[in-house]
């Protein structure tokens, strides 16, 4: 696991990784509910997924600045079932930010 923090884009795909596999199994558990949060659940989902795909193209680099934007609106969305998510995205931005 050498140098694997020294990368701030390898450190943000960790948290944004991490993130993503946590909204997925809120997302699960609200669709097996039948819960009212299940779109929003689902829109964080989809927009961690495509930020990861932004993150795993290597040309061009994707400008972490922008994600770091991105991560901060997903963040503002998770409210109710969806509030554990919202510091893990807050330190996905921060790590962005510091990254870009």
């Given at each position: ?48 997924v ?28 998770c ?7 919202e ?14």
């Open positions: 696991m050498e140098g694997m923090a020294t990368n701030p884009r390898e450190q943000l795909l960790r948290v944004v990784n991490e993130a993503r596999d946590q909204a997925k199994t809120i997302l699960t558990t609200l669709e097996q509910q039948g819960h009212p949060q299940t779109s929003e659940s689902n829109g964080v989902y989809f927009g961690l495509t930020i990861l795909k932004q993150l795993r193209t290597l040309e061009p680099a994707p400008a972490l600045g922008g994600l770091a934007s991105e991560l901060e609106q997903l963040a503002g969305l409210v109710g079932k969806l509030a554990p998510l510091a893990l995205l807050r330190e996905a931005a921060r790590v962005a930010r510091t990254g870009s």
